[in-house]
Every structure is written in C-alpha cells, then in structure tokens.
C-alpha cells in the first residue's frame, strides 16, 4: 500500500525506565526491506502557566545531552495509561508551584516522528494561584517569570531551543491575540 511499511521482524534491544528500543526489518512499498530503530516512549505534556498580565512562566534546567541550560514549559513524562491532563496539572505544580482555574488543551506535537513514537500534548493554564514548589529529589531548576510577546521573541530569536516549547509559546500567543 502506497506510503506504508510492512513490519517483517521486530527486536526488542533495550527495555529502560523512560522507554524501550526496537530494531525492526520493514517491506517497502517497493519490496525492498530497510531497517528502522524505534524509540517506543510513553509520551509527555507541557502546560503554558500565563498570568491576567500575560506573563509566562518558564523553568530552566540543565539537560545532560547537551551539557547545557535549557528554557522550557513546565513539562514531565507519562506514566504508562495516565492521562495527560492530570499530568500537565501535576507537572505544573511539582515545577512552578501553579495550581489553574482554566486549563486549556492545545493539541499535540510529534517530538521526532522519524524514530520516536512520543507525543507531547499541549496546555495552557490560565487564573493562576501560587503554592509551594513540588520538586522531584533529582529535578533542579530555576522558575523564570517573562512576558509572553517577550518570549515570542525568544523564539523566533532562536534563544529558546526547546521544541516544545517553541510550539506552546507561538500557539499561545496566537490564541491570546499576542
């Protein structure tokens, strides 16, 4: 069938905490067999906290593959069967100490569609209240607190690298007439 693939053999290669690889042998649409390695993931969330003056939160970190500070959307992984929703909710709390009165979804994003099944989906939170930072022992990052119009910048600026990230803010700030 015109642009599909036909799985013809499957291994797993490695099976870890955050996600599983696999090696599999696929039939082309033209017969011939390719290889494809896939990351299988549990998918992830990221919530957008804006306030009633239209400032953002955003949390900074250090990502290891990179050996740098990153600005993100608050964000966090999927257990396997949760819902997204109390995720991003749970996930906003632990890293921003936000709670919302409006939690707006905006849809998903496929991270690395080439070998990664993830998908992050997309909130917004709006009608903020502020409470105590509910970091995970190993989770370290600074809140950073900006206006939206300003962030837009960042990203088009290419400052804020993060995909996610980019994608919440610009879809934020289309949403929010900014």
């Given at each position: 069938m015109h642009l599909e693939e036909k799985t013809l053999k499957s291994e797993k290669i490695y099976d870890g905490r955050i996600f599983t690889i696999f090696h599999d042998t696929v039939e082309l649409e033209n017969g011939n067999e390719a290889i494809r390695d896939v990351l299988i993931h549990h998918g992830g969330v990221c919530v957008l906290p804006?306030?009633?003056?239209?400032?953002?939160?955003?949390?900074?970190?250090?990502?290891?593959?990179?050996?740098?500070?990153?600005?993100?959307?608050?964000?966090?992984?999927?257990?396997?069967?949760?819902?997204?929703?109390?995720?991003?909710?749970?996930?906003?709390?632990?890293?921003?100490?936000?709670?919302?009165?409006?939690?707006?979804?905006?849809?998903?994003?496929?991270?690395?569609?080439?070998?990664?099944?993830?998908?992050?989906?997309?909130?917004?939170?709006?009608?903020?209240?502020?409470?105590?930072?509910?970091?995970?022992?190993?989770?370290?990052?600074?809140?950073?607190?900006?206006?939206?119009?300003?962030a837009v910048q960042l990203v088009m600026d290419g400052k804020i690298k993060d995909g996610k990230t980019q994608v919440v803010i610009l879809k934020a700030a289309r949403i929010l007439g900014i």
């Open positions: 804006v306030t009633a003056e239209n400032e953002i939160f955003l949390v900074k970190q250090f990502r290891y593959p990179f050996h740098t500070v990153t600005r993100e959307a608050p964000a966090g992984k999927l257990e396997k069967g949760e819902d997204h929703g109390e995720c991003g909710r749970r996930e906003l709390l632990e890293e921003t100490g936000c709670t919302c009165d409006e939690y707006i979804y905006m849809g998903e994003m496929l991270p690395t569609p080439a070998y990664n099944s993830e998908i992050t989906h997309m909130y917004l939170a709006r009608g903020l209240h502020f409470e105590k930072q509910k970091l995970d022992p190993d989770e370290f990052l600074d809140v950073e607190q900006l206006p939206l119009s300003e």
